[in-house]
């Protein structure tokens, strides 16, 4: 039987994900409905991963964007979400898995709730060499309470989870520069500028956690921009001490998901506590 396609464009920007794109393409192919179209920008990727695609050139939804040569994350997010003609427009990374009730279900919220521009979900967050599940993200469900995030300067949605009103989309640019705080400031306008968010509490994505994702690899400039960048949006001051004691946060909250060792995951967890108790106690419970 075939399944009911939704005017719906994924929009995911691959560079050298080869080993995962499996994954990906198996996730999109196993929904219970599927995307008008799958835009997959490579950014000029080094490894396998055009061999890998040209494996899921059969995929009637699926539009490949070539870069020859890498140009960077935003710029290749840019240039998809330009190219989505969908109603909506997903996005997703090519290290992730999206569960099979994510399109039906952000679909149909945003199709029911029209006044939500911006909608997101919770993710389950695993480890990716043992594929063990490590804890479910705690995002708020409602607009004043995600916006409330983002005028902390922290993240009111995830950005892989996201499914978001084309027409509000194409309004917005990535910025290279922002990098790996594009996301923050991305969103960040959209809540100055008036558009409102949501969560569906389930979690719809698998977000991998693994040494060479970026968010492992945290690095104190990427938390001092975002909070720069929170201040430009919000008109807000935030001290040097703020932002040191998020970034330890941070960090050893990471290396608390990632590590395998007992004993280094209660001194990273301990650590990530001293440093803010509040926000660790948010996330877990």
């Not at 490949?64 to 890498?70: C, P, T, V």
């Not at 469900?141 to 993240?155: F, L, Q, S, T």
């Not at 306008?189 to 979690?203: L, V």
Request: proline share 2%; aromatic share 12%; hydrophobic share 40%.
């Amino acid at each position: 039987m075939d399944k009911k396609t939704v005017n719906v464009s994924i929009v995911a920007a691959n560079y050298n994900n080869g080993r995962y794109l499996d994954d990906f393409f198996n996730s999109i192919r196993a929904s219970t409905v599927l995307p008008k179209e799958l835009i997959l920008i490579d950014d000029g990727s080094s490894d396998n991963s055009l061999s890998i695609i040209g494996k899921y050139s059969e995929l009637p939804y699926l539009k490949l964007i070539r870069f020859k040569k890498n140009r960077g994350f935003c710029h290749a997010l840019n240039s998809g979400i330009e190219a989505a003609t969908g109603k909506y427009i997903l996005r997703i990374d090519p290290d992730d898995i999206m569960l099979k009730n994510r399109i039906a279900l952000q679909f149909g919220f945003l199709e029911k709730n029209r006044e939500v521009d911006v909608l997101g979900s919770n993710v389950i967050y695993f480890n990716d060499k043992t594929g063990k599940e490590l804890m479910i993200s705690n995002f708020p469900e409602h607009h004043n309470e995600i916006a409330k995030e983002y005028r902390k300067g922290d993240h009111g949605v995830q950005h892989p989870a996201v499914m978001v009103k084309s027409s509000v989309f194409k309004q917005y640019k990535y910025n290279q520069e922002n990098v790996l705080a594009e996301d923050y400031e991305i969103f960040a306008r959209m809540i100055k500028n008036g558009h409102k968010f949501a969560n569906i509490k389930e979690p719809l994505v698998k977000m991998r956690i693994h040494a060479e994702s970026a968010g492992s690899n945290i690095k104190f400039q990427t938390i001092k921009k975002t909070f720069e960048l929170r201040d430009e949006i919000f008109n807000t001051s935030t001290s040097w001490l703020s932002v040191k004691l998020y970034y330890c946060f941070m960090l050893n909250y990471r290396r608390f998901l990632i590590s395998g060792n007992s004993l280094l995951k209660s001194l990273y967890l301990a650590a990530a506590v001293i440093c803010n108790p509040k926000k660790l106690l948010n996330r877990l419970f």
